[in-house]
């Protein structure tokens, strides 16, 4: 949180920064932060990096907040990144669950799973307990009571995406997540359903450019049901809300979860500590961390400001890009 304020402090004119929400917890207030870059044009590409939705992934929001020191630098005197901000926005929410980071819990204060609380059910039958359920909040995965509205966080997470993103005629969402697994995977909507994702031949486009720009890149770039399915994901809520309201605009969120089994087989220790098993604990694989992933942070940089490439795609090239993202993605015989 003191790295945030540094950051708030630093950024005076080059950027702005905005306290989103308060939430209360055991007679402290904790701040939800964000930062924006760039245009005010509200149809302008905008990018936003996002992490700390789950407490216990510190990683994530480490990971955000290096790279938005890192961009605070780089607004100051990179003439590439100054041109591309005359036309594009940036924007960081690095830290969504302030009260379960401070408290080592996956959940909120509350004990709720921010990625569980969105009143979205999913169509599949999920994994038990890990895909939410509505027991209580005793046990992890928690999604929150039906009858109440969402939680603090996930409500000001949903406000901030509908004022800042919902405009922009391309927009696209990293969420920074760690978890178990040895690789590192990008995973796009959706967590509820098996269905096709509409901006599936635009995020392939994406990819193609990715797999072109840096063939040696580490990440899985999949639908995210190949993982699991789950009810309650906030992506899915916010991609159905701009799709039902019939935004103009492109808007592709994605989540990146870090394979935290790098970590915990190179120190096996860290299987004895509980945040261990999500963070590279010691400096040096945090570092490793951060240059592992900046250059990915960088690329989406890049896109948000040549979406001609990848987002408006038309005609012939599309309905090809369809074709192959329903083979690699959507075929029974992946
Ligand atoms: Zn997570």
Redesign the pocket.
């Known amino acids: 949180m003191e790295d945030l304020y540094a950051c708030a402090d630093s950024i005076s004119t080059v950027g702005e920064v905005r306290e989103e929400a308060w939430v209360r917890y055991r007679h402290h207030d904790f701040p939800i932060l964000s930062f924006r870059f760039g245009t005010t044009e509200p149809a302008a590409p905008t990018l936003l990096f996002v992490g700390g939705?789950?407490g216990l992934?510190k990683i994530g929001t480490h990971v955000v907040t290096s790279f938005l020191k890192s961009f605070i630098r780089l607004v100051q005197w990179d003439q590439t990144l100054i041109h591309l901000l005359s036309s594009c926005r940036i924007l960081f929410y690095p830290l969504v669950n302030p009260v379960g980071m401070f408290q080592n819990t996956r959940a909120n204060g509350r004990g709720v799973d921010l990625?569980r609380n969105a009143p979205i059910d999913a169509e599949h039958s999920t994994l038990p307990l890990v895909g939410g359920h509505r027991i209580g909040n005793w046990l992890p995965w928690y999604r929150g009571d039906e009858f109440e509205p969402m939680e603090t966080e996930s409500a000001a997470l949903c406000d901030f995406v509908r004022k800042q993103v919902f405009p922009a005629r391309t927009s696209l969402i990293l969420d920074v997540?760690s978890?178990f697994g040895l690789v590192d995977r990008v995973w796009f909507p959706y967590a509820y359903s098996q269905r096709y994702y509409p901006h599936a031949p635009r995020i392939l486009a994406l990819k193609k450019l990715l797999d072109q720009s840096y063939p040696h890149h580490v990440y899985v770039l999949e639908p995210q049901h190949h993982s699991y399915t789950t009810h309650g994901d906030l992506w899915d809520y916010l991609s159905l809300e701009h799709q039902d309201l019939k935004l103009p605009g492109v808007m592709i969120p994605l989540t990146m979860e870090m394979g935290s089994w790098h970590w915990v087989k190179k120190n096996p220790r860290q299987m004895f500590s509980s945040l261990g098993i999500f963070n590279p604990v010691l400096p040096h694989r945090i570092k490793r961390a951060e240059r592992r992933h900046f250059f990915l942070f960088d690329f989406l940089v890049k896109a948000i400001a040549s979406g001609d490439r990848w987002a408006e795609i038309q005609g012939q090239k599309k309905i090809f890009l369809e074709k192959k993202a329903r083979q690699l993605w959507y075929s029974a015989r992946r």
Request: aromatic content about 0%; charged content about 15%.
């Open positions: 939705v789950h992934e990625m997540h978890g």
